[in-house]
């Protein structure tokens, strides 16, 4: 569908093509307007517009957000409370680079066997990936009235572009939940140069991860 629009514009017609998908506007379009609550935003040359849209997106307060006045349900934050949590240090996910996220946090207790996770859900609430500092990693142990900052780090982000909502927690040992915060916020994972365009042209809504593989004949 998108190399037969392609084929149409460069034969000299106009197709009028409605997207959220960035790789594939600025594969297919020469000019960009720019939709925000049904007025007119910005009209122009793809790159820029596409580029003023995806930095409005980078800005989401969901990549650096403070925590500590969120509610909880039942116990969680009563002994460790995450009060703040970062993400690539508030400049944007892309698919196929890095991801670092900090996870700031008190203790009100003394705890032991330590971990913290986040996970990236689809539009529809359903957990696409799940990443945990003890897998592999320590568990830590804190005394009460600690304050600190814990790391995690992934060499190269494989969720495809899409939007995503964010859960969070930290937990002891295996299963003992300390702190949880459920779909507290959302960020847009944009392709990068590194993004095939099989991926970076869809527009599935669901998200996912496309994981590299090695393949051989036999």
Known sequence: CLG?????????????????????????????????????????RVAP????????????????????????????????????VRLNQGRGLWHGQPLEVEFHFECASAVEE????????NREGVRILSLDTDLPGPRWKFPAGHKGRAKLTIPTLMLEPDLYTLDLGSRSGDGHGLD????????????SDQTPAMIAMQ???RGGVRQPTESALG
């Open 49 to 84: 517009v596409a580029d003023h849209y995806l930095a409005r997106l980078h800005a989401n307060p969901s990549l650096d957000t403070a925590l500590g006045e969120r509610p909880r349900a039942q116990h969680f934050g009563s002994k460790l409370k995450l009060t703040h």
């Open 4 to 44: 037969k629009m392609g084929e149409v514009s460069k034969a000299g017609r106009t197709v009028l093509f409605v997207s959220h998908n960035m790789a594939a506007t600025r594969a297919l379009c020469t000019t960009a307007i720019w939709m925000d609550q049904g007025a007119v935003k910005e009209i122009g």
């Open 180 to 191: 949880y915060l459920s779909q507290f916020g959302q960020v847009m994972v944009t392709p």
């Open 203 to 205: 527009e599935s809504g």
């Open 114 to 121: 330590v971990a913290f996770g986040i996970g990236f859900c």
